[in-house]
């Protein structure tokens, strides 16, 4: 029919402007390799929005569509409200954030078990600095609300074991650590960076950052501790 017709058309122009903006970006075109990411920028290009052009971009927006956009829209669909959480969803970000860093420095193989994931998240709750000084008690409640919420609602955090739980992908993990290490203070930012630069596991949350970090001279100061530490390195040898 007419209508068949047109919905065919539509649906090969959409598909033939994907991938346009897959073939116009390196970054994307070797996203679309990976399945689930595959996935994630379909459903970005089906919510007309337009589609991020560097991968860094590409993990940012992916993680804010899962943390922030999706489950509302699941609510609205299912009529239901939010968990008993008062952390908004820029506050559940801050804390995986957290959490993807401990996995990162922590645990090279990206899994940790349901309860150290929980402590990890309490004690950062907890923190006056960093994290939002709540009291032990509410902290822990929050702790095991945000796991629950991210493996349940935002399909951010999945088992992997019957014990075990992680990142959904790697790349978010990494991109979420380096979320986290760009909220310290700047001179702890360098000394981090000079301190992991070397380090093959570091390298995309160190690239991450530096795409993170806004100001020039802020790029250029990281930039400078990463020479310095290269520098230092190779006047032992």
Known sequence: TASDSSQ??????????????????IDLGELAKIP?????????KGSSLPLPNSRFRAYGRLVEHLISVHPIARRRAAMVTPDQSELSPE?????????A??????????????????SAISQFLQDEILGFGLDRAEARRQSRIL????????GLL?????????????????HLAAEH??????????????????????????LSLLHLTQRPEEVAELAKAIENH????????
């Open 8 to 25: 065919r058309q539509n649906a090969e122009a959409a598909a033939a402007s994907f991938m346009a903006e897959m073939r116009s970006s």
């Open 36 to 44: 689930l990411l595959l996935g994630l920028l379909l459903y970005l």
């Open 91 to 99: 506050d559940a970000r801050i804390a995986f954030a957290n959490l």
């Open 101 to 118: 860093f401990c996995l990162q420095a922590n645990h090279p193989e990206g899994l940790v078990d349901g309860r150290t994931a929980e």
């Open 147 to 154: 796991i629950s919420f991210g493996e349940q609602e935002l």
């Open 158 to 174: 999945v088992r992997k074991g019957p014990q075990e739980l992680g990142f959904l992908h790697r790349s978010f993990q990494e």
């Open 181 to 206: 290490i760009a909220r310290m203070p700047f001179n702890e930012q360098c000394a981090f960076v000079g301190q992991h630069c070397t380090e093959p596991s570091w390298r995309e949350v160190l």
């Open 230 to 237: 290269t520098r230092s390195t190779s006047d032992r040898f």
